[in-house]
């Protein structure tokens, strides 16, 4: 167990539906990054919160959004799917705002749209 | 734009032959380099990670790697593998001071040991 709690961690949906991911650092972590994990695209970052507050973003698509709450737990949204979302998608998360010392990740969420 | 670039995308190894897989990043003042596993159906672990120091760097499982500046290289070897290391391997760099606050990955080499 890593520490990084990820739910579910299987989700089956149809196209055009919204669906929420949730994670929950590891304890004394403050900064949460989202990453999609896909066969042609590899590990590709979407977003990352430090403190509650979006702190970069990366090629993350305009129908997902994500937050982080006071607790530090975050949730990834991902709505008017597609066939081409289906991926694993991974949260890490690291002390600081920086990842100096690298990521710790949970188990991932198994996406797959239908 | 950083990148990092894992050199092969499969490597097949006989089990107890040694391995070294493949990592180039961008030149950069300050880097930090990381190695990860994945195991089948399973989140990303930590195997090393080169902060400052000693080129060489030891990890769990037997595995070492060496940062080499001049090369912008951060190859991962093993001298002896085994059954349980057939996993796919992600190298990983933060480009410090560059504006950037998350890892880049490389886009992963799968070790297969081949019994």
């Known amino acids: 167990d890593s520490g990084v709690t990820q739910t579910p961690k299987h989700l089956i949906t149809a196209t055009g539906q919204r669906v929420t991911l949730r994670c929950s650092p590891r304890?004394?972590?403050?900064?949460v990054y989202w990453y999609q994990q896909s066969l042609d695209q590899g590990l590709q970052f979407l977003i990352q919160?430090?403190?509650?507050?979006?702190?970069a973003k990366g090629n993350i698509l305009e129908r997902f959004s994500a937050q982080q709450f006071p607790d530090l737990h975050s949730e990834l949204n991902l709505s008017s799917l597609e066939l081409g979302d289906s991926a694993l998608y991974f949260c890490?998360?690291?002390?600081?705002?920086?990842?100096?010392?690298?990521?710790?990740f949970g188990s991932g969420t198994r996406l797959t749209v239908v | 734009a950083q990148s990092v670039t894992q050199l092969d995308s499969q490597v097949p190894v006989f089990e107890e032959a040694p391995v070294e897989l493949r990592c180039n990043y961008s030149?950069?003042?300050?880097?930090?380099l990381f190695w990860y596993v994945q195991y089948p159906n399973q989140g990303l672990q930590l195997l090393l990670k080169y902060l400052s120091g000693s080129t060489l760097v030891k990890g769990i499982n037997g595995f070492e790697a060496e940062f080499n500046k001049s090369q912008t290289s951060f190859h991962l070897r093993k001298p002896s593998v085994h059954i349980s290391d057939t996993a796919e391997y992600f190298c990983?760099?933060?480009?410090?001071?560059?504006?950037?606050?998350?890892?880049?990955f490389g886009k992963g080499t799968k070790l297969s040991v081949i019994p």
């Open positions: 304890s004394g972590d403050l900064s």
């Open positions: 919160y430090y403190n509650g507050e979006e702190r």
């Open positions: 030149s950069s003042v300050s880097v930090y």
């Open positions: 990983a760099v933060y480009y410090s001071g560059a504006g950037s606050y998350q890892l880049t």
């Open positions: 890490a998360s690291s002390p600081g705002g920086q990842p100096s010392y690298g990521y710790t």
